[in-house]
């Protein structure tokens, strides 16, 4: 027995020795221990830990017994048993809770948890600045409120041209004691116009308030604003007002028409300078265009403040260095405007328009590729661009030449005033182009809109007095067609093309720039002045709708805008704005050959004979019998071929002769009578057959 106890204390120590060795074989440092992860349970089947005995959670009946916890205040008994309800107890209420046993802070470290932000009371000092910051930034967003809103008084503004259409600018303000109009221009006909050169406005309305109307008010000096001044003049006479250039240019009209008396009536004004006129007061700010001496107005009225923009751009790098008097536009702003007026033209063109001056150094790259001579066209009131052309060709040693009537009087008249500084050595007559290599010659001439009488058109007809064609010639054409004019332009490129020169036109990026304001410049000029009111002028009504949409995106209240067309009378006051009534409009044909009117019977004979031909009737009746003596002489054009003639005379003296032998007493009582019968009968027997509606013109003669 003692040998049995013996070997197995032997084999349990050889056991215990060999677990020992293979302890030491593990061969690897004693690591620290990890730190207990606070969230992992514990195992239970360890019994120590370094010594320090850890003990397991109870259990009763397999269920585990956990502490009691702490919720709110109140602890909450864990049930031993599933059939056994939680039962509340308050005999560890008031025992402290050891705050190391908190779960520790998840964004980092074992820090409590950041208390919810709970804001303090404002102070009274707080509310007060919050108020007036308030109460400071809606006056300066909305200047207009320091108008008087009790006040009774209102203005009306009648559009009578340049709505609907690009030119032919023509306004009517007036309050219930005076008037004044803004511009008086012309526009351009379309290609159903026949043997008309320009429209103006209709008078009818001016005629209708000639008793109040106390001036006429000069913008700026382009055609489309004052070319109807002197076909207004021959019917009404009025003081008119504008810058020196504008009233220049309309003095050089007054002498093509014979009215040069009328000068006595002009008014020259100074900038940043108020006038009175009538109940008005007016202003003159400087503004940037395609032309010199363009302006906006102020205008007071006893309502309220008006801006009217006229055509403007804002142009930082204008040729002349006089930028447009933002300072101005600012400060009648600050002070409140009731509504503001602007141009519309480019109202679809995101950004900027660009600078005038971008244009010259396109010339230089157009002026080192020329090898011959350099003829460009532009619009004639356009100074600013002919005068970089003509400063490149005096660098490049060319002579220049000026060609047609409205570019000759233009430049001469801004020499004479100071705006061209030129020497007259470096000018040419057109006679003395032929004396000068081809290499030193600039040619400067009108037609860049194709039209059929100017210089360049004649030029490419080969019809031209001194200037003929050459294939080493290179013409710039800086402009873009007017819309209406798209047709004239494209015909006139044809025939430059086929003359063989080189055309300068749109294959260059800034050949040309527009004079208009763009999208950015808009938004510029509605937060400068931040008018209650907005009424998009100068353009088609696709123009003034983008305009409009620009407007609300600057803060304007869309119930304050309203968009008019020519005719629409819209009353302003303090607390509205609405349309009253449509006055008389329309346009005028005028023939530039004679500076005479087309009547309107005679344009629309044009056009009924361009697009339906005509049929002349010419026969002999008894005077007794009223019988035909002899055959009709019948003849048409414009309706059916030559070849087709004959037989279409012979079917109409067929008719006449049916007609004659059949007719009533009352049908042939006098030859106006027979004379409406045959052209009625004519002209159904001419919709029936051929489709078309042609003039018929019956001549009568009794035997």
């Known amino acids: 027995m003692e040998n049995n106890n013996e070997n197995n204390n032997n084999e349990a120590k050889a056991v215990e020795k060999t677990s020992e060795e293979k302890k030491v074989k593990r061969d690897r440092p004693d690591r620290p221990k990890r730190a207990g992860n606070p969230h992992r349970k514990p195992k239970t089947n360890q019994a120590t830990v370094e010594g320090n ?5 109870p259990k009763v009946n397999g269920n585990v017994i956990r502490p009691n916890k702490e919720i709110n205040g109140n602890k909450k008994v864990t ?12 005999q560890n209420k008031n025992k402290p809770q050891n705050k190391h046993n908190k779960k520790p802070n998840r964004n980092g470290g074992g820090g409590r948890r950041p208390k919810k932000f709970v804001p303090g009371p404002m102070s009274e000092a707080m509310k007060v600045s919050l108020a007036e910051n308030e109460a400071m930034n809606d006056a300066r967003m909305n200047p207009w409120k320091q108008i008087n809103m009790d006040n009774k008084n209102k203005v009306r503004f009648t559009p009578l041209g340049g709505l609907g259409e690009i030119g032919g600018n023509m306004a009517v ?4 004691e005076c008037a004044f109009v803004i511009d008086v221009g012309m526009s351009f006909p379309d290609e159903t116009m026949h043997g008309v050169d320009i429209l103006v406005p209709d008078f009818s309305y001016l005629h209708a308030i000639k008793d109040k109307i106390v001036a006429v008010i000069i913008t700026h000096a382009h055609e489309d604003h004052i070319g109807a001044v002197p076909y207004l003049f021959k019917e009404l006479q009025f003081p008119i007002w504008g810058t020196p250039l504008a009233l220049a240019m309309i003095e050089n009209k007054f002498q093509e028409h014979g009215l040069i008396e009328n000068v006595k009536l002009f008014n020259y004004v100074t900038k940043r300078t108020q006038y009175d006129i009538g109940t008005f007061k007016l202003e003159w700010m400087h503004n940037t265009h395609s032309i010199i001496d363009a302006c906006s107005l102020a205008i007071e009225s006893k309502v309220g403040t008006f801006i009217h923009t006229a055509d403007f751009k804002v142009d930082h790098t204008p040729i002349d260095n006089q930028t447009m008097d933002l300072q101005r536009f600012a400060h009648y702003g600050a002070k409140g405007v009731l509504c503001l007026f602007s141009d519309s033209t480019n109202s679809h063109n995101p950004g900027y328009t660009k600078s005038e001056a971008v244009v010259g150094k396109t010339f230089d790259t157009l002026f080192d590729l020329a090898k011959g001579r350099v003829l460009m066209s532009t619009f004639s009131s356009n100074t600013h661009r002919v005068y970089q052309a003509m400063e490149r060709g005096i660098a490049a040693g060319r002579k220049i030449c000026v060609i047609g009537r409205s570019m000759e009087r ?23 182009v032929q004396k000068y290599p081809e290499d030193q010659v600039l040619i400067v001439t009108t037609g860049s809109q194709g039209e059929a009488m100017a210089a360049l058109s004649r030029m490419a007809a080969n019809e031209h007095r001194h200037v003929r064609l050459k294939p080493s010639d290179t013409i710039i054409i800086s402009a873009h067609a007017i819309p209406g004019n798209e047709g004239s332009v494209s015909s006139l490129m044809n025939k430059l093309v086929k003359a063989g020169v080189t055309v300068r036109y749109k294959d260059f990026e800034n050949i040309h720039v527009s004079g208009h304001a763009s999208q950015g410049e808009q938004q510029l000029i509605l937060r400068l ?23 609300i995106d600057c803060g304007v209240d869309p119930r304050n805008i309203l968009l008019m067309s020519d005719g629409d009378q819209i009353e302003i006051a303090t607390k509205y704005l609405k349309k009253v009534k449509t006055v008389k409009t329309g346009k005028s044909y005028i023939d530039n050959q004679n500076n005479k009117e087309i009547k309107h019977d005679v344009v ?11 049929v002349n009737i010419a026969m002999q009746l008894n005077k007794e019998t009223k019988k035909l003596i002899g055959k009709a002489v019948i003849s048409s054009s414009g309706l059916v071929p030559e070849k087709e003639g004959k037989r279409f005379a012979h079917e109409i003296e067929n008719i006449i002769d049916t007609f004659l032998i059949n007719a009533e007493e009352k049908q042939t009582a006098s030859p106006k009578i027979i004379q409406e019968n045959i052209s009625s009968i004519v002209r159904k027997f001419v919709v029936r057959t051929k489709r078309r509606y042609p003039i018929i013109t019956p001549v009568i003669f009794m035997a």
């Open 53 to 57: 005995k850890l003990e397991t959670e």
């Open 79 to 90: 049930p031993t048993n599933p059939n056994q309800k939680p039962q509340h107890s308050n």
């Open 173 to 176: 303000m007036e309050d219930d």
């Open 410 to 432: 233009n430049i001469e008249t801004t020499r004479r005033l100071g705006y061209v500084d030129l020497a007259d050595k470096h000018f040419i007559d057109a006679h003395e």
């Open 529 to 551: 002045i931040q008018p209650k009111f907005f009424l998009p002028v100068h353009g088609e009504y696709n123009h003034i709708y983008k305009h409009s949409k620009t407007a």
């Open 604 to 614: 629309e004979d044009r056009q009924k004979l361009a697009s339906d031909g005509i």
